[in-house]
């Protein structure tokens, strides 16, 4: 009988086994990046921790639809579109783009569904959600927005926690985004603006708020329930609190039954703030010359419910991490003594399965679940070391590392990490500028990709390279 998966639901506070609504078919949705900057690695550790989740989800069997948003209608995106002076589309293309491009490079995988929240289909939506709420008696309109009555939930406030005792009737807030611990009526539907985009619909022109967007693009994809919600635990209050309350207002049904939030990410032993200057993205951790996949193996490193404290010490470390595992993975395939499977090799791949999908059973653990991988390797490499290893028995270890890898990702990619296409592009303009004499580009690119692990040789038959 399989092991069930448990998770701790912040509705509760509990762990508790995980079961969806339909046997064997999970749906789950992640609030993805408000498209005015690029995303920080503060926000792909919540997106590395839900790739991971649906990749186990994927290793125990289920079907999983994923989806994750687009905020590219909010007061971030509107301001940054109006200081660049860009059309809102345009303006959020780009950092929709930039986001695609450090995920790939995370190696999260694409997911069934990017809803926009300007699109017009899921625009549609959201009227349709507020026209819900009016007939239910929870919303009300003031200078030409309209607002949803906390009052009229008396549920409101069972995600987070939080204490209502001081709430002031009538008290409310049209910011997209408002102080922790302040609960107020929100702003459903913002009535228009001089220079904000707005739309003529049936609840009158205007444009959504950043909590309703949320809720009718989940609903419009995955129903009215569904299985898994997903963010940062900056998001439990208000975003996804009011989230639950207009969704369950409007329908009267239970919106979701597990939210998984992952902790705060530490930069250097420091909060990180943009003030702080500690707020790096994936880019320019890269540019420095780290491995995005010893970021993604780092981000792993702790559980997603514990605060992880991230260094380039921390990076360096999880890519002699990776090495380690990668020359194994190297040593095992070069093995060709014919043989059987022995019982002691047997066992010990099942042992460690069974060490690994226990640790992940338990809340997604995956510091367990790599220590189970590496007490393999430990194995691995004592068994090499005694040149009695069988190609079958080679086989069978880096069989069980790879169905790990699964759901890590992080093994096996030494070579397309440092020929990935950025660095590919930086070879090809390199071999262009010697092309027309510009050595001094060249060298700059040279010493570029020297800081990438990769040492460039120039040949008569061409650049050749080779790494480190």
Same mark, same amino acid.
């Given at each position: ?19 969806? *609504? ?139 926690? *939080? ?72 998001? *439990? ?232």
């Amino acid at each position: 009988m399989q092991r069930p998966l448990k998770l701790t639901n912040t509705l509760g506070g509990a762990k508790e086994v995980f079961e969806s *609504i339909e046997p064997g078919y999970a749906r789950m949705y992640t609030c993805g990046l408000t498209v005015y900057n690029r995303g920080h690695i503060g926000n792909f550790r919540t997106f590395v921790a839900q790739d991971v989740l649906r990749r186990y989800l994927k290793y125990k069997g289920y079907r999983v639809t994923q989806v994750v948003n687009f905020t590219d209608v909010d007061d971030k995106t509107i301001a940054g579109a109006q200081a660049a002076g860009l059309p809102l589309r345009e303006y959020t293309d780009k950092y929709i783009e930039y986001f695609y491009q450090d995920a790939d490079s995370l190696h999260i995988e694409r997911v069934e569904h990017y809803p926009r929240a300007a699109d017009p289909q899921y625009l549609a939506a959201m009227v349709e959600l507020v026209k819900k709420l009016e007939k239910r008696g929870h919303t009300y309109r003031s200078d030409g927005s309209i607002y949803f009555r906390i009052s009229t939930f008396p549920a409101y406030g069972k995600l987070s926690r *939080i204490d209502l005792a001081g709430i002031q009737t009538g008290a409310r807030v049209d910011s997209d985004d408002y102080a922790k611990e302040d609960a107020r009526d929100f702003v459903l539907w913002k009535g228009p603006k001089e220079n904000e985009p707005s739309w003529d619909t049936d609840i009158g022109p205007g444009r959504p708020g950043w909590h309703l967007e949320c809720s009718a693009m989940s609903m419009k994809l995955l129903g009215e329930s569904f299985d898994l919600h997903g963010g940062g635990v900056d998001l *439990i209050f208000p975003h996804h609190e009011n989230e639950i309350a207009q969704s369950e207002g409007a329908t009267g049904k239970p919106f979701v039954r597990y939210w998984i939030h992952p902790e705060f990410l530490l930069v250097e032993g420091e909060k990180m703030a943009k003030s702080r200057g500690n707020q790096f993205t994936v880019r320019e951790l890269a540019d420095e010359g780290y491995s995005p996949v010893a970021i993604r193996y780092l981000l792993l490193s702790a559980h997603y419910r514990k605060q992880l404290n991230f260094s380039r010490e921390g990076v360096r470390q999880a890519e002699q991490a990776v090495r380690r595992v990668d020359d194994l993975l190297g040593r095992l395939a070069e093995v060709r003594t014919e043989g059987s499977v022995s019982a002691g090799i047997q066992e010990m791949t099942r042992r460690a399965r069974e060490a690994f999908e226990g640790a992940m059973d338990d809340d997604l653990n995956t510091p367990g679940a790599l220590g189970a991988l590496f007490d393999l390797v430990r194995e691995g490499n004592i068994a090499l070391s005694s040149s009695s290893l069988t190609k079958e028995e080679a086989s069978q270890m880096v069989e069980t590392i790879e169905r790990m890898n699964t759901v890590l990702d992080v093994f096996g990619h030494t070579q397309a990490v440092l020929l990935d296409d950025e660095v590919e592009k930086l070879i090809t303009e390199r071999r262009e500028a010697r092309a027309r004499r510009d050595f001094a580009r060249s060298d700059a690119i040279r010493d570029q990709l020297a800081a990438r692990g990769i040492v460039l040789e120039d040949t008569p038959a061409g650049i050749r390279w080779r790494r480190k």
